[in-house]
């Protein structure tokens, strides 16, 4: 695996921080199911606070956002000055164990590519959720369209994994499949899994899911 260019998706984020939307949807009424708006929530990656802004709008008030990109931070406190959004230096989270009631993960996997990256991901995550804590993911999931499907082949030589590409302005991202996701979050007892199509942020369609999972007790 190319780990020079892999180095490079923090540059990337941090250049087109001012520019970049994201436009998937988050799933509020179903959120709402399983999370109070008393529960102590922290967004990992939460880019500029999107999400977390939309939370705040629902009466969601204990909130928290961490992200690698410092100008993507920098957005977030700048639209959304009543956020508590900390750019987060490293792979640690900087929270002591059992922190949060929920964790939110939302288009992360995308961009962490290398399957042990996001395994010490969820780990992480899982160190700072409390026990019965709330995951939510949502992300990509592979497609089948002739765009995509050209794509795959072409950088699974280079990366060893279906689904890796990369994309021209120079961002290395992954779709995967659902059982992968599944196996990334064998530690948390499935509540909730869709499948769904988003909207990407060059404008495309995906293929993408929602997912919410409680942390195991062991």
Request: hydrophobic fraction near 35%; proline fraction near 4%.
């Amino acid at each position: 695996m190319n780990s020079k260019k892999v180095s490079h998706q923090q540059e990337y984020w941090d250049e087109v921080a001012e520019e970049k939307e994201f436009p998937t949807p988050f799933p509020l009424a179903e959120f709402k199911k399983h999370i109070p708006p008393e529960m102590n929530i922290l967004d990992v990656g939460c880019g500029y606070g999107r999400t977390l802004n939309e939370l705040h709008k629902n009466d969601f008030k204990n909130l928290k956002g961490v992200d690698f990109s410092e100008k993507m931070i920098n957005r977030g406190l700048r639209l959304h000055p009543h956020l508590n959004l900390i750019k987060n230096n490293g792979d640690d989270l900087p929270f002591s164990d059992n922190s949060f009631d929920v964790v939110l993960l939302i288009g992360v996997l995308t961009s962490n590519i290398q399957n042990e990256k996001q395994e010490e991901l969820i780990s992480e995550i899982s160190r700072v959720l409390k026990d019965n804590g709330i995951l939510y993911i949502s992300d990509f999931l592979l497609n089948d369209d002739e765009r995509n499907l050209k794509r795959y082949e072409k950088f699974e030589d280079e990366y060893g994994i279906y689904g890796i590409f990369e994309l021209p302005e120079g961002v290395i991202l992954r779709h995967h499949t659902k059982k992968h996701i599944l196996k990334l979050t064998e530690d948390y007892k499935k509540l909730y899994l869709e499948n769904t199509v988003f909207n990407t942020m060059n404008g495309h369609k995906s293929n993408g899911f929602y997912y919410i999972g409680k942390k195991i007790v062991k």
